[in-house]
């Protein structure tokens, strides 16, 4: 196991500038998640930190080595893939033992440290078979477990369940964070998935656009986002973005909706972006007049287009409600979890 450094980093191809001087550290033993749109720069990193992509500018330590120069052989890292790169002529086992041959192992220190990995991702079974016998799932941890064999200090994945339906990300999601547990061994992994990386990461990097725009815990993320890009992207169903101005009477959108607002001080006339997260809005006698666009009931809970004024907004209400498109119901909504944002910095307004 090893601590990850990334010191300024930055990738350019030409003119085109990649990453934007990246800085990360990362503890020995931490899962770490890089999550952000696609074509953020986070894959392109997590290949620098294998030493498949070369660097531009800054520093990978990896422990207390500087990485940027050694082979990706050198690195003492294993990063399992989106496409599981399984050998097809070679039994599972064997795609497994792979590494271990290419270091010249006997072959008792092979089946020990094959059967240790087997074992514990519950692969014993499947040892003789070939990956066209295997499941989408059986395939991916096949690749976990070939990058398990090499026993490395940092465990690297890029999207490795991108290919699996909604019920095996589900079961990987939960072995995967399984395996960290029992391990104890530095992760960092790449998705663009951010339930993913709410569920199973110690801290996650929010990207775009090759730069960081915003590091923490995901609960820390989740409830105080650094702008309104983490705020959109941390949180399924997203959080509502509502346009409008501060008045004497609170909040105030161009068609007259008036919703309350938790800014001391006077703001009156200044131009603010009011965020409210669907769970966070309730059905209220008392509430916000809301026109009902959609239902979609989802057995434990009910997710809700409603219109005020001019803009569709979502509402998750935890549980079954009697309502159709068309109704007018009242919304209330946890004034304390509002959040406030810059219309154009895109800023959180503390409050």
Do not use: W
């Amino acid at each position: 196991m090893a601590s990850v450094a990334i010191d300024g980093v930055k990738k350019s191809y030409g003119a085109a500038n990649i990453l934007h001087g990246i800085d990360i550290d990362i503890a020995d033993g931490e899962f770490v998640t890089l999550v952000g749109p696609s074509g953020c720069g986070k894959s392109t990193l997590l290949r620098m930190i294998a030493g498949l992509e070369g660097i531009s500018g800054g520093a990978i330590r990896i422990g207390d080595r500087v990485v940027n120069d050694l082979a990706p052989k050198d690195r003492d890292v294993a990063m399992v893939f989106q496409s599981y790169a399984l050998y097809p002529h070679m039994t599972v086992y064997e795609n497994m033992a792979f590494s271990m041959k290419l270091r010249n192992a006997s072959a008792a220190e092979t089946k020990e440290a094959v059967d240790r990995a087997a074992r514990i991702l519950g692969l014993e079974p499947l040892l003789q078979r070939q990956p066209k016998q295997l499941s989408g799932g059986q395939r991916q941890r096949v690749a976990m477990g070939r990058a398990l064999v090499r026993n490395p200090k940092v465990f690297l994945f890029d999207e490795p369940l991108s290919n699996l339906d909604a019920k095996l990300r589900v079961q990987m999601r939960a072995e995967i964070k399984a395996l960290h547990l029992r391990l104890g061994t530095t992760i960092v992994y790449v998705t663009h998935d951010q339930v993913e990386a709410m569920t199973m990461a110690d801290r996650i990097v929010v990207m775009q656009d090759g730069r960081i725009e915003q590091v923490g815990r995901p609960l820390d993320l989740y409830d105080n986002p650094a702008n309104r890009f983490v705020a959109s992207f941390i949180g399924s169903p997203s959080m509502n973005f509502i346009e409008g101005k501060a008045g004497a009477d609170g909040f105030e959108t161009p068609t007259g909706v008036r919703l309350p607002l938790p800014l001391a001080g006077d703001n009156s006339g200044r131009s603010i972006t009011y965020g409210i997260r669907p769970e966070h809005l309730r059905l209220d006698n008392v509430g916000i007049p809301a026109r009902v666009v959609l239902v979609e009931p989802m057995g434990s809970e009910t997710q809700v287009i409603a219109r005020i004024g001019e803009q569709d907004i979502s509402c998750l209400f935890r549980e079954r409600v009697a309502i159709a498109p068309g109704d007018t119901i009242q919304l209330g909504l946890a004034l304390d979890q509002v959040r406030l944002f810059d219309p154009e910095s895109g800023k959180a307004i503390k409050h």
